[in-house]
């Protein structure tokens, strides 16, 4: 794995506003069987995108919708999530066209930890990322 992902979502405020800290691994090479993990499907679509890595995105995460905004440059970023209904983010889909990415998320146990494997369809579909959520007490 080249590049790590590890992300501690510490909820802020009842806003939903965390910090998270984030690493990726790209994998080199994908475990033999996903099929017996958990898997989500993730379809993302972006608002906006700023040179100051500034983001905008909406999410659907199998039949849950979201808006989350990200902020910050380094490993430790702003994230600000609010959950969406299904015509809200119907309605602000379209703005997306053209920022859009499908990927199936599996969830593998390893050493204690929960790894999230992204695994992109269409034209990411060669760059398997992973990661996993850290706990920071």
């Known amino acids: 794995m080249a590049n790590h992902r590890e992300a501690d979502r510490t909820t802020a405020s009842p806003a939903n506003v965390n910090r998270e800290i984030e690493r990726k691994f790209l994998v080199v090479k994908l475990p033999a069987d996903l099929s017996g993990h958990k898997r989500r ?5 972006y608002l906006v995108i700023t040179d100051d890595l500034e983001e905008l995105r909406l999410r659907r995460s199998d039949d849950k919708f979201y808006q989350t905004f990200k902020a910050g440059r ?9 959950e969406l209904s299904r ?5 602000l889909w379209p703005a997306t066209e053209g920022r859009r990415v499908v990927k199936d998320r599996y969830e593998l146990e390893h050493g204690g930890f929960v790894i999230e494997v992204d695994v992109y369809r269409g034209q990411l579909e ?12």
């Not at 499907?41 to 679509?45: E, P």
């Not at 380094?74 to 999530?81: C, I, N, W």
């Not at 060669?126 to 007490?137: C, F, K, N, S, T």
């Open 41 to 45: 499907l993730l379809t993302q679509g």
């Open 74 to 82: 380094g490993l430790e970023r702003m994230e600000a999530e609010i």
């Open 87 to 91: 015509e809200q983010f119907d309605a």
């Open 126 to 137: 060669i760059i398997p990322l992973a990661g996993a959520d850290v706990e920071v007490r």
